[in-house]
């Protein structure tokens, strides 16, 4: 990403456009780049890279099946102005889509947040909108940064102050970024940032921990799911290695991973072998 001019930053997220993460995102980031601000129009925390295409209606209300008709490839995503930029009626990765696409101006970079809640784990980048949005754009090859803040146990009132901490490094990743080569290395940067009532302790390069449990258990008739793992960070007990990003954000330190999109297969050969002896 090199530069002439300051950046235009594309900011979205999937706690809703009225969130008071990415109003702090908007107010930092507008101090070294030209921010437009396209976000779901209500929280859609959790809905991973789910796309509104393919949600045709009729006039009625129903849902109407696919076919083969050239409309059926293209869908309404509705959306009303708002005081940031566009409230869209659609997911996180619909708002990366239309404002990469659709815009008078195409985003030099794209900013995701910044969400309530720390998002750890090799496992939470599908489940993310946040981390979503940002991946998203990563395979519309351009540059992202997904921003969150823990929030675990923190009990009050989150307002735009909260995230000062998480607008400054936004603003310095993006400020700073260009004429760097930082994104001719990577695709996006996942980031999360302490609770704002904890001391700082500076940022640590990390890889995303690929400790994961989930239990189920039936009781009483019915289905229960319990996340062991966030219990045992209100614990402050992960067995994370030190290198990974649940572990620096343990520590207090603002943990930055360095992401390319998935599902990239360096190596075909052996998994050829297995299936030509199996088919």
């Given at each position: 990403m090199e530069l002439d001019s300051e950046p235009h930053v594309l900011l979205t997220n999937d706690d809703g456009i009225d969130a008071p993460g990415i109003r702090a995102l908007a107010d930092a980031l507008s101090t070294v780049g030209?921010?437009?601000?396209?976000?779901?129009?209500?929280?859609?925390?959790?809905?991973?890279?789910?796309?509104?295409?393919?949600?045709?209606?009729?006039?009625?209300?129903?849902?109407?099946?696919?076919?083969l008709s050239d409309s059926a490839f293209t869908v309404p995503v509705p959306h009303t102005d708002h005081e940031l930029g566009y409230a869209v009626d659609g997911t996180p990765c619909d708002c990366t889509i239309v404002g990469i696409n659709a815009l008078e101006s195409t985003p030099d970079i794209v900013v995701s947040g910044c969400n309530s809640g720390a998002n750890l784990g090799a496992y939470v980048f599908s489940r993310s909108g946040t981390v979503s949005a940002a991946m998203e754009a990563a395979f519309l090859e351009t540059p992202a940064i997904a921003m969150s803040m823990d929030t675990l146990g923190y009990d009050k009132e989150l307002e735009p102050a909260d995230f000062e901490r998480a607008g400054e490094i936004a603003a310095a990743l993006v400020g700073g970024a260009p004429g760097t080569g930082l994104f001719d290395r990577l695709d996006y940067l996942n980031v999360n940032v302490p609770r704002p009532d904890r001391e700082p302790n500076g940022f640590a390069v990390t890889r995303p921990t690929r400790v994961y449990e989930m239990d189920a258990t039936h009781e009483d008739g019915g289905f229960q799911l319990t996340n062991r793992l966030w219990q045992q960070m209100a614990n402050r007990d992960i067995p994370d290695p030190e290198d990974t990003d649940?572990?620096?954000?343990?520590?207090?330190?603002?943990?930055?991973?360095?992401?390319?999109?998935?599902?990239?297969?360096?190596?075909?050969?052996?998994?050829?072998?297995?299936?030509?002896?199996?088919?």
């Open positions: 030209t921010v437009t601000v396209v976000a779901p129009d209500r929280n859609r925390s959790a809905v991973g890279r789910s796309l509104s295409y393919g949600r045709t209606r009729s006039s009625t209300g129903d849902e109407l099946s696919i076919d649940r572990h620096a954000l343990l520590e207090d330190q603002v943990s930055i991973s360095p992401l390319r999109v998935p599902f990239e297969v360096e190596n075909t050969s052996p998994v050829r072998n297995v299936l030509e002896d199996l088919l």
